[in-house]
């Protein structure tokens, strides 16, 4: 009897060990590591911020960054990335619409509302008839570029065009202006050649666009259906670590290292 008391009492205490055992373990975990994709330039200045914030939350972000606005979403597709935060809604859609992916939103960012700007007028109602206008060639861009020209009343587009209308979709044009269509980081060098030109506000800034001087009119941040998103595969959109990836961005640092590292052209887009 007493014999099986000790034993009784050894495996009791084998098992309060390996309990502790397991919780210290537990607590000192390694951290779970997500390779998250970004775009060069200023995002590399407030990603480390996120990186940060999410390191509290037991993760390890491993930024990769690319240059090709391409490249982020087939790496994604590809399971070469956790995530991907570089682009808006409509350019999601239209790469998986076009490469068949299954890549889904899961957080806003930020938007940088697109702008026509001109260094010959001074006001959107100085433009003359016949005016010619620059916009991106890149079917998501050019849409958002002819939405901006239509709410400004230079145009008017047909109503099923939805966010990628083309200058085919234009049914009114009672200004004559000549639609220019250009890759996104030409318009912006083209400037000084137009009467005005819609340029997004990443090549604006790379191109040395002045844009406090040289912006009369830009996009609202209201109801802007391009918001950009962290985006992730949509069979890991409801894994713990989505919601905590999402949560390390919309901090209020995150919001400070935005204004600092975009110098106020981005707007958070978060409550």
């Keep these: 009897m007493v014999s099986s008391f000790l034993s009784r009492r050894f495996l009791l205490a084998g098992g309060v060990a390996f309990a502790s055992a397991l919780a210290v373990q537990t607590a000192h975990a390694a951290p779970q590591v997500l390779r998250v994709g970004i775009m060069a330039g200023e995002d590399e200045d407030v990603w480390p911020v ?26 994604l597709a590809e399971h070469e990335l956790d995530a991907n935060a570089f682009q808006h809604g409509p350019f999601l859609d239209a790469q998986n619409k076009a490469k068949g992916y299954g890549i889904v939103p899961v957080g806003h960012t930020y938007v940088a509302p697109i702008g026509l700007y001109s260094t010959r007028w001074k006001s959107v109602a ?6 010619v206008i620059g916009v991106p060639n890149d079917p998501t861009n050019e849409g958002r570029a002819l939405l901006l020209l239509q709410k400004l009343g230079l145009i008017k587009l047909a109503a099923d065009a939805g966010n990628t209308p083309t200058a085919l979709d234009i ?9 220019r269509e250009l890759d996104a980081g030409v318009v912006g060098r083209a400037l000084t050649d137009l009467d005005g030109a819609v340029i997004n506000t990443d090549w604006a800034k790379k191109v ?21 998103i962290i985006a992730v595969n949509e069979a890991d959109k409801s894994a713990p670590w989505v919601s905590k990836l999402v949560g390390a961005y919309q901090q209020p640092n995150v919001r400070q290292a935005l204004s600092k590292a975009f110098h106020g052209a981005v707007l958070p887009s978060w409550p």
């Design 171 to 179: 049914t009114e044009n009672p200004h004559n202006i000549s639609i």
């Design 208 to 228: 040395g666009v002045d844009i406090e001087k040289t912006r009369i009119a830009q996009e609202t941040a209201d109801n802007n259906p391009y918001i950009c």
């Design 50 to 75: 996120v990186a940060a914030n999410a390191a509290k939350e037991g993760l390890e972000l491993r930024l990769i960054t690319f240059s090709d606005y391409n490249a982020p979403n087939e790496a």
């Design 126 to 131: 100085d433009l003359p008839d016949n005016a």
